[in-house]
């Protein structure tokens, strides 16, 4: 089999657990499921995918690739604002409003460390990265040293997944509103 279709096939794999986790959630993605969304065998799911875990790495790559694809104007562009920082914040919240399984992906789930070729992988464009040049465009015009501009970033995206991870949470205890009204806050205030 060549390369190519190999390839071919963990996409296919990967795309039809990510169908499921956006329709039911982390707990449809099974080996068995996943090769009959494909229509292949659980037994090849395991042939690319020593271990399930290892799939669920890459559906997650996969989705933080999606996600930076959003963003990838920002990329472009050196000239930001308060209010860009904004933006890409509350679009980053909304997108997860919209598509409560990806976030719950891995705030449920207890998975092994991701493999050595998801690591790698990480080091590419990122929403974390795009998170950094925006916010650190804005904070060194304002006199920020670099280590500042990757504590207030970490800051803002610590804030976020902790609001998320409470909405998400057995019991909400805030409002998607709430929510932005307080990352809007928390970036007017470290943003300054």
């Known amino acids: 089999?060549?390369?190519?279709?190999?390839?071919?096939?963990?996409?296919?794999?990967?795309?039809?657990?990510?169908?499921?986790?956006f329709e039911e959630g982390i707990g449809a993605v099974t080996a068995r499921r996943v090769g009959k969304e494909t229509g292949y065998s659980y037994a090849t799911v395991y042939s690319y995918f020593e271990k399930l875990d290892s799939l669920v790495w890459h559906v997650g790559l996969s989705l933080n690739e999606d996600m930076a694809e959003l963003y990838y104007a920002y990329e472009k562009?050196?000239?930001?604002?308060?209010?860009?920082?904004?933006?890409?914040?509350?679009d980053y919240i909304q997108f997860h409003f919209e598509k409560p399984n990806i976030f719950k992906l891995f705030l449920d789930q207890k998975i092994d460390i991701p493999p050595e070729e998801i690591l790698k992988q990480m080091v590419s464009p990122n929403v974390n990265r795009i998170v950094y040049k925006v916010v650190g465009d804005v904070v060194k015009r304002r006199g920020a040293k670099e280590s500042?501009?990757?504590?207030?970033?970490?800051?803002?995206?610590?804030?976020?997944?902790?609001?998320?991870a409470m909405y998400y949470g057995s019991i909400p205890v805030i409002t998607q509103e709430e929510i932005i009204k307080r990352v809007k806050a928390q970036i007017n205030y470290l943003c300054k």
Do not use: C, P, Q
């Open 1 to 21: 089999m060549s390369n190519k279709l190999k390839e071919h096939i963990r996409n296919e794999f990967i795309e039809a657990a990510k169908k499921l986790v």
């Open 77 to 90: 562009s050196d000239d930001f604002t308060i209010e860009d920082i904004k933006t890409l914040f509350i």
């Open 148 to 164: 500042e501009v990757i504590m207030v970033s970490d800051m803002l995206m610590s804030s976020v997944y902790g609001y998320l």
